[in-house]
């Protein structure tokens, strides 16, 4: 049995979607949650198989969730289910950690064979429009979807430790970072980074 905790913050979503996972003899629905304090409530007091989550909350965004269950489990399963097809999304949804990536219009079948995939390989990803994905990530000059968060912290002036706050990750990671779009970029400080990330058209 794969026990799931639905996170989204309409209502109708979560009760249309228990209601479609009760057809399936092999899913369970434990749990649910209609913000991030919710979210990581719940997840912490169920420790679900997989958690079923929309990237667009009311108190923040669904990346802070996978992000910060994904560095807790490598075995949680995290299917992303959101009407955002862009992919955009998609690409930061694999780079946060996420297990499979499903539109909202989806039929239920597509839902439910990305939880059975989750479960069982929750540490691969898998959606429909992978050649999008492959499209994006050749679009960032190799930065990861992290490293372009950073990146765009980067000409606000923020301190290590403000960035860490603001990306929910420690300092190390920060720094971890920097130094990765040091290295990609060939440079060896903040404005040489900054001035060829603007060239490469990555920032405004």
Same mark, same amino acid.
């Given at each position: 049995?794969?026990? +799931?905790? %639905? /996170?989204?913050?309409? !209502?109708?979503?979560? #009760?249309?979607?228990?209601?479609?996972?009760? =057809?399936? $003899?092999? +899913?369970? %629905? /434990?749990?649910?949650? !209609?913000?991030?304090? #919710?979210?990581?409530?719940?997840?912490?007091? =169920?420790? $679900?198989? +997989?958690? %079923? /989550?929309?990237?667009?909350?009311?108190?923040?965004?669904?990346?802070?969730?996978?992000?910060?269950?994904?560095?807790?489990?490598?075995? /949680?399963?995290?299917?992303?289910?959101?009407?955002?097809?862009?992919?955009?999304?998609?690409?930061?949804?694999?780079?946060?950690?996420?297990?499979?990536?499903?539109?909202?219009?989806?039929?239920?079948?597509?839902?439910?064979?990305?939880?059975?995939?989750?479960?069982?390989?929750?540490?691969?990803?898998?959606?429909?429009?992978?050649?999008?994905?492959?499209?994006?990530?050749?679009?960032?000059?190799?930065?990861?979807?992290?490293?372009?968060?950073?990146?765009?912290?980067?000409?606000?002036?923020?301190?290590?430790?403000?960035?860490?706050?603001?990306?929910?990750?420690?300092?190390?990671?920060?720094?971890?970072?920097?130094?990765?779009?040091?290295?990609?970029?060939?440079?060896?400080?903040?404005?040489?980074?900054?001035?060829?990330?603007?060239?490469?058209?990555?920032?405004?």
């Amino acid at each position: 049995m794969i026990q +799931v905790l %639905v /996170i989204d913050d309409h !209502a109708l979503v979560r #009760e249309g979607l228990k209601r479609a996972l009760m =057809h399936d $003899p092999k +899913v369970k %629905v /434990i749990g649910e949650a !209609a913000s991030k304090k #919710e979210a990581f409530a719940q997840i912490a007091h =169920h420790n $679900p198989d +997989v958690i %079923v /989550i929309d990237l667009h909350l009311p108190d923040g965004s669904g990346l802070d969730i996978i992000r910060w269950a994904r560095s807790n489990s490598k075995k /949680i399963g995290i299917v992303v289910l959101t009407m955002s097809d862009m992919p955009e999304y998609i690409v930061a949804s694999l780079d946060a950690g996420a297990s499979a990536f499903v539109e909202k219009i989806s039929p239920t079948s597509e839902v439910i064979a990305a939880i059975y995939h989750s479960a069982k390989a929750p540490l691969s990803f898998t959606t429909r429009r992978l050649s999008d994905v492959l499209a994006v990530k050749k679009e960032r000059h190799g930065l990861t979807g992290r490293e372009i968060e950073v990146l765009e912290l980067l000409p606000l002036g923020e301190t290590v430790t403000e960035m860490a706050l603001n990306l929910f990750v420690s300092e190390s990671t920060i720094k971890t970072h920097i130094s990765a779009i040091y290295r990609k970029f060939e440079v060896n400080n903040r404005m040489q980074a900054i001035n060829i990330a603007r060239k490469k058209g990555l920032l405004k």
